[in-house]
């Protein structure tokens, strides 16, 4: 790492990344200007962040820099160069020679970054092949290792399955193998970690840490400021496609000198923020207009649980014989304005428990109750009992009709039309509770970006004003600051309307801020609850302690400098 009395400029011929007032604009029906005089220099072995809030330009700059701005991207720049290369005079097929080899990349998206008729293996292994990285024997070897080195357990078998049978956080370590495979001098990372759980996130950042040492640059996009603390040697800050801040990253997260860095930090969830609001916006109204349903009015007397799950098991059959359990004789208690949090890592129940909170699962044994009377698709419940709960899924895009505009995706559950008197105001209003403005309500959700077909959701998900919400993830793909507003949001509706809230999430950070009560799952079973500050701060069972040993925090040193001792997480 270059140490800090050096200026970026006086070591520019050694660097990996040499760039002076990059501009991008997109031209078309209207003529967007992403990035504007942007200047930024990586060198081997640092560590480069870019944070700021989803249209600020971060992810045009990244996707810059391997070359794929897009083809309707107009790219200038003073200087650009990339690998020693002039990055504005190379054509397709030098990039490809780059791609992979001597950059790697890392989208969020891994759903979408991986092709769907390959398994992940196959994936992996085109890098190796097509860069002659091994040789041909060595390859499913190599491809193994690197899925274990991402965190992938039983890697002989995730390495012959397809993206589609894998869980989010895994497609995105296999994601992060692909990218590595090549060895490359820079890797490019955006938001790599944002689908992990907390101990997968931890050992992913070992990972890029041990890379780095080894003199691997790294570009990291990510709108959480713990990661960013940990890993970043310097740090730019960008707002409305120009850099407000920059500077080594000890100095810009605890000592910022620009407003828009401050209100970043001040919108970071932790224990300490717990009781507080993040957001700087006053409480939004929450009603949502003309409802064709009544919305069951809050009575804080009421001690009936909104939903309960009384011993429910679900175990699924498996190909050779026998079966598995996900959710082994689990029971809960939600109560009208209760925040309830579940935490746990990849494949330890919460998504299938919160299945058969919904009733789209139904349990091979136990039962689930909403205020006292029996869910289950068994019982022939009626609708208005069934509109009582709604959920939040981590996928949005695969819960909307791709055939309805925005505007249509949030008034469905009202039963209304966009051309119904008052309609466009109420989907306004409600867009506008998540930080989304009028303009959306003709828009594709294919043409938003993650963050923002997430803010849809929820916004759906409110139309009703339900008494209980089930939230899978509900803010992980958000920026910092929105993400503060939907979570003071939640607490608003809680509080004032009395929806109960079950929040599954891998981000302790939030969950802590947040949540009243939690749940540790681990292979299905409960193994730990209570009240969150007991159990975030006294863990009694090992597996939660190493959960909350393993939580990013703000660092308030600088990063690691490669050769010197490194102590490792417990």
């Known amino acids: 790492m270059v140490p800090d009395d050096v200026s970026p400029d006086a070591s520019a011929a050694d660097a990996l990344v040499a760039i002076r007032n990059l501009d991008v604009r997109f031209t078309g029906r209207r003529e967007v200007h992403a990035v504007r005089g942007i200047s930024l220099t990586i060198r081997p072995g640092e560590a480069v962040a870019i944070v700021g809030e989803s249209g600020s330009g971060k992810s045009v700059t990244s996707r810059s820099i391997v070359g794929l701005a897009g083809d309707n991207a107009q790219v200038s720049a003073d200087e650009f160069s990339v690998v020693g290369r002039d990055a504005l ?45 091994v040789s041909r024997r060595e390859i499913p070897g190599r491809v193994d290792e690197l899925l274990r080195e991402a965190g992938i357990p039983d890697a002989e078998v995730r390495s012959r399955q397809y993206p589609h049978q894998l869980s989010g956080g895994l497609r995105q370590r296999a994601l992060i193998a692909s990218a590595l495979a090549g060895k490359p001098e820079l890797l490019i990372a955006d938001e790599p970690t944002t689908a992990l759980d907390v101990t997968v996130q931890a050992q992913i950042l ?139 890592e990849s494949g330890s129940g919460k998504s299938t428990l919160a299945r058969l909170l919904l009733d789209l699962t139904l349990p091979d044994e136990g039962e689930i109750r909403i205020g006292g009377l029996p869910w289950s698709k068994k019982e022939g419940v009626d609708a208005d009992l069934r509109r009582q709960v709604q959920f939040i899924s981590q996928d949005p895009l695969g819960s909307f009709d791709p055939r309805y505009s925005i505007g249509e995706i949030v008034a469905e559950p009202l039963g209304i039309r966009l051309r ?29 970006s993650g963050g923002q077909r997430q803010r849809v959701a929820i916004a759906r998900a409110l139309a009703l004003e339900p008494r209980a919400l089930i939230c899978d993830e509900p803010v992980s793909a958000l920026d910092v600051s929105i993400q503060a507003q939907v979570l003071d949001l939640f607490s608003d509706l809680a ?44 863990p009694l069972h090992p597996y939660t302690q190493d959960l909350v040993a393993a939580i990013p925090r703000l660092a308030t040193t600088a990063p690691h400098q490669p050769g010197s001792p490194r102590r490792l997480p417990a």
Do not use: C
């Open 89 to 133: 005079r190379l054509r397709e097929g030098q990039w490809r020679d780059i791609r992979g080899r001597r950059i790697g990349f890392v989208l969020q998206d891994a759903l979408t970054s991986l092709d769907p008729l390959r398994t992940v293996g196959r994936e992996i292994a085109e890098t190796l092949r097509t860069h002659r990285i």
């Open 206 to 344: 070992d990972l890029l840490e041990a890379k780095k040492e080894e003199g691997t640059a790294l570009l990291l996009v990510s709108h959480d400021l713990a990661v960013v603390s940990r890993i970043a040697d310097r740090v730019l800050v960008m707002h409305d496609g120009v850099v407000v801040e920059e500077g080594p990253t000890a100095t810009v997260l605890t000592d910022p000198a620009d407003p828009y860095t401050r209100s970043l930090l001040a919108a970071v969830p932790s224990a300490s923020t717990r009781g507080t609001r993040l957001s700087s916006t006053s409480p939004v109204p929450i009603s949502t207009g003309p409802a064709t349903t009544k919305p069951v009015p809050f009575d804080d007397t009421d001690s009936t649980p909104v939903l309960e799950a009384v011993g429910v098991t679900k175990r699924y059959p498996l190909p050779g014989g026998g079966s598995r359990t996900a959710v082994d004789d689990v029971s809960l208690t939600l109560a009208p304005g209760q925040k309830l949090g579940i935490v746990g």
């Open 495 to 538: 509080e004032r309307t009395g929806t109960a809230l079950v929040f599954i999430s891998h981000d302790l950070g939030v969950v802590h801020h947040l949540v009243d009560q939690v749940l540790v799952m681990r292979y299905g079973r409960l193994i730990e609850s209570g009240d969150v500050d007991d159990v975030f701060t006294n």
């Open 420 to 448: 119904t008197p008052g309609a466009r105001e109420a989907v306004a209003e409600l867009l506008g509770s998540v930080g989304l403005d009028a303009s959306f309500i003709d828009a594709s959700p294919r043409r938003l």
